[in-house]
């Protein structure tokens, strides 16, 4: 045999497997009666809020070119040499990632799909996609914060403040003056400490974890609470192995200890725990064109 044809039967083979296993989620997504989502970046990014490439070039060029910048991910840990240089950034990080994207298609296509079944969202992201698809927001647990939100950058209280204004007139000034550079007048201060503010984002030890924060939690473990008696399905999309203890290793420990039906998209790793092949279903690839693909019809549970 050529290896020409050993490629082809190999491609073929994968393939066949690949389809298997969209039919093996789609089936485990109808027969369930509730759905616990857990989205990371890799949602969004699937979504076309991507972080790098051409997005990135043509938002954040004046950055690019002063501090060499490769992506939003890694410009977030810039170490900015003044609050002036580090708000005129945050200013164009939220706005692109926050407020200037409408709802995207790709979330709207998700609740659709499981209208009528009981569900929570547990997430990584703080782009607030789930919220602007029309997901209700006490169903939400964003455990890593919101791009819409300042806070003490030292954690000395835990209120959170409204950014878009700020926002707004940063980027308004970046046009009349350097769009690298903030005008002093607008760089905010705490109003308790009097210290530096930054975006609402755990990034260290002073992430503000509030009375609202703690309440979605304990609605998450309450739903999740529910995974061993009940028909629920583990929804994992575009979680990968950044932050990894707050949703995938935890997902893999519901699937194995509670018998749970695990449904896995990623761009790069959809492995499923060992042995748990007949009860979840690891998709690699594009999440824009698999999750479509798997998503039963709206309001459908099959007995089983």
Known sequence: MSPSST???????????????????RT???????????????????????????RFHRGFAPFIERYGMTDMYSAGFYPFPSEEDRWAYWARHVW???????????????????????WFVLTTNVDAQF???????????????????NQCARGCHD???????????????ADEGDPTRA?????????????PMAV???????????AAWHDARERCLRFAEGVRDERTVLLELGVGWNTPSIIRLPFDRLATSCDAP????????????????????????DIAELLPQILPTPGTATDG
């Open 7 to 25: 490629s082809k039967r190999s491609r073929a083979k994968r393939q066949q497997e690949l389809l298997e296993r969209i039919e093996r989620a």
């Open 28 to 54: 485990l997504l109808e027969g369930a009666d509730r759905v616990l989502v857990g989205a990371g970046a890799g949602l969004s990014a699937a979504a076309g809020l991507r972080y790098d490439g051409e």
């Open 96 to 118: 692109a990632n926050r407020y200037e994207p409408p709802a995207l298609p790709l979330y709207r296509c998700l609740l659709e799909a499981i209208h009528g079944k009981e």
């Open 131 to 149: 919220e602007k698809a029309g997901f209700d927001p006490a169903r939400i647990f964003a455990v890593q914060g919101d791009y819409g939100f």
């Open 159 to 173: 209120s959170l403040y409204p950014n878009r204004e700020l926002v707004e007139d940063i980027l308004a000034a």
């Open 183 to 195: 005008p002093s007048g607008l760089v905010p201060h705490c109003p308790v400490c009097g210290g």
């Open 200 to 210: 609402h984002l755990r990034i260290d030890g002073a992430f503000v974890e509030n």
């Open 262 to 285: 695990l449904v896995r998209l990623n761009r790069d790793d959809a492995r499923v725990p060992d042995g748990r092949e007949g009860r979840a279903a690891g998709l690699q690839g």
